[in-house]
């Protein structure tokens, strides 16, 4: 398993999916353009290793995992895997957390820098998009927080732009773990709370960082259990916090409580910038600690970026277990790539107005990420979006098959269909299309019978038709 | 701090259109547009802003983007009459040009 970003970096050198370009590229938007059309193109993950303005030991790694290749190899599973295997191989191993283990030093320490050596300007941070509020040093990361009433100690993927040379300002959203454990226990204090910015640490850390996670989680224990060795961790400088050892940099501040910052607008992983801009919040940089040649970890956030497999995978795993746990005949959910983590295809053993209700309520609760759901029955792969979209189509009553959930206060704010007053409110709505046949249609006499190859022929004809195919002259 | 050495080039972003008036002392935040590792470094200030050539002529040049970041096609003048804080007092999450316009009137009172 890999115990660095430079490990893994060999491995996607391996397998055909990395592409280092070492033709110098301006951090100023040519690196971000070419990061961005490779995610469209499902290119390879790139290591840019020359980079305008600074000098030959600043370097960046884009797109870690934004291809499921790259999910898989991190994994540890072959590259090849399918989707539902890949969904599956995280599904078994998460619940086998293992605990981090505490180190003296490690080579994210090979720089300190305090005080007036502090100089954000000095990492090659790169303008993302044309038109964003800032430099984005913050994509592909992981923030450590701790909340001092449980000892709970989380890390979240969250964006931060460098303000000026020793202030970052960021959105975590309010209704994020770390926005949640801000408020209520340092703001409310007006205490600063320490944070920590990690970048370029070992993949699977930062998915954990991205993961959907139940508050009170550690990601550092789900980590080890997914990399099947613990994290090594190590103090930080100024604070309390522990962070992973081998990680690239590490940007050590306090989260002040009582200022404001200006954050955004930025092309976030909806594939839009929403004019989510200023109300963020403003830390103030106390050390930065790195490696001798720094690889600052991008991700070239927007439509198909990182967030789409690995935040799409533990999303759609959490969601199962939510339902699960709330007593829904769930059997399998898909988040699809495509969806950027706004819609989910749920597979029910059945459907019907009081499943729906359960499955609006459960996912609605605390924050509502997604805003379109569409229900299935075991007929139709989850994972196939051309069954599930012939499923839609056809079995989707458009009266009677359409469930609407109102809320106010956990809306996602970067759901692009919202106005930028319901943004503000964070008001919005999850509609759930069910495409499943009422339960009160008589299977014998009501319910359509598919007309599909599986479905409309007796076992023998299918079975004959099969083993003779190539006979009618196909080839496959 | 007046900034007319040599013209710069700033840039900033507006929730609403309006929201830039000639003529007033404005609390902005602009971001610096001069080329090299440091470009998009941010400034909190008091400014004054003109659309009118002549008037523009002796100034810095400030270009505008809207709230979804897209550029204006009309670039201003702009004079920083002086800086406001980086760490601006105001609640996390809260509105950011509030705080800033409370800061700006703090600093007008105090000046006086």
Redesign the interface.
């Known amino acids: 398993m890999f115990k660095d970003t430079r490990d893994f970096i060999e491995a996607l050198r391996a397998s055909g999916d990395l592409h280092e370009i070492e033709k110098e590229v301006d951090w ?1 938007l040519e690196l971000g353009a070419v990061s961005r059309l490779a995610c469209e193109k499902d290119g390879p993950a790139l290591w840019f290793k020359r980079i305008a ?2 000098p030959a030991d600043r370097t960046a790694f884009a797109n870690p995992m934004a291809t499921w290749r790259r999910v898989a190899l991190a994994f540890g599973i072959p590259v090849e895997s399918s989707l539902k295997d890949i969904y599956a191989e995280y599904e078994k191993l998460e619940g086998k957390l293992i605990p981090p283990v505490i180190v003296k030093s490690g080579p994210c320490k090979e720089v300190i820098k305090r005080g007036a050596d502090i100089d954000l ?2 990492l ?1 941070a790169p ?1 993302l ?7 984005y040093l913050g994509t592909w990361d992981m923030a450590v927080s701790h909340d001092p009433e449980t000892n709970w100690v989380n890390w979240g993927m969250y964006r931060f732009m ?4 020793r ?1 970052l300002t960021g959105f975590p959203r ?1 209704t994020s773990h770390l ?1 949640k454990v ?2 209520d226990h340092y ?1 409310s204090k007006n205490k600063p709370m320490p944070m920590a910015l990690v970048i370029g640490a070992d993949p699977i850390s930062h998915f954990t960082a991205s993961a959907t996670y139940h508050i009170g989680g550690e990601e550092a224990a789900l980590a080890g259990g997914l990399r099947g060795v613990p994290v090594e961790l190590v103090g930080c400088e100024t604070n309390d916090l522990k962070v992973p050892a081998n990680a690239e940099i590490v940007i050590e501040c306090d ?8 954050e955004g ?1 930025y ?1 976030e992983y909806p594939g839009y ?3 989510e ?6 830390c ?1 940089v106390r050390a930065i600690t790195h490696r001798k040649n720094p690889i600052l970890t991008v991700d070239a956030t927007g439509y198909r970026d990182d967030s789409s497999t690995i935040t799409a995978l533990t999303g759609a795993i959490a969601i199962k277990h939510r339902l699960e746990r709330h007593g829904v005949p769930v059997l399998d959910v898909n988040v699809p790539r495509e969806g950027a983590v706004h819609t989910a295809v749920i597979g029910v053993k059945y459907g019907g107005k009081q499943v729906a209700k359960e499955i609006l309520e459960t996912l609605t609760s605390r924050r509502a990420l997604l805003s379109k759901i569409l229900l299935v029955e075991p007929d139709v792969d989850v994972y196939d979006l051309g069954k599930v979209f012939h499923a839609f189509s056809t079995k989707c009553h458009p009266a009677h098959g359409i469930h609407v959930i109102h809320y106010e206060g956990r809306a996602n704010t970067l759901t692009p269909c919202y106005s ?1 007053g319901e943004r503000a409110l964070q008001k919005g709505a999850t509609a759930l299309y069910d495409c499943t046949w009422p339960g009160e249609w008589s299977r014998e006499w009501e319910v359509p019978v598919k007309a599909t190859f599986d479905t409309i022929f007796p076992d023998s004809i299918k079975q004959k038709v099969l083993s003779d195919w190539r006979s009618y002259g196909f080839k496959d | 701090m007046a900034s007319k050495t040599e013209e710069r080039v700033w840039e900033t ?1 507006l ?1 609403r259109p309006g929201d830039l008036r000639e003529g007033v002392e404005m609390p902005m ?1 602009l ?1 610096d547009l001069t080329p ?8 909190h200030v008091i400014a004054l802003v003109t659309r009118r050539a002549d008037e523009a002529a002796s100034m810095d040049r400030l270009r505008v ?7 204006l096609p009309d670039t201003w003048g702009v004079r920083i009459i002086c800086d406001l804080p ?12 509030e ?1 800033l316009a409370k800061a700006a009137s703090s600093k007008s009172q105090t000046s006086r």
């Not at chain 1, 989260?255 to 200006?262: F, I, K």
């Not at chain 1, 801009?277 to 403003?282: R, T």
């Not at chain 2, 983007?65 to 550029?71: F, K």
């Open positions: 100023d303005d600074y300007f000095d090659p303008m998009h044309d038109g964003d509020g800032g430099r460098v303000y000026d040379a202030y309010p926005g801000f408020q703001v989260v002040l409580p009582d200022c404001v910052g200006l607008p092309g910038r929403t004019g801009m200023g109300n963020g919040i403003l103030r930028q | 972003f929730r935040a971001r090299g590792k440091n470009k998009y470094q941010m400034r983007r809207t709230v979804v970041g897209v550029l980086i760490e601006l007092p105001g609640r996390p999450y809260r509105d950011f040009y705080a």
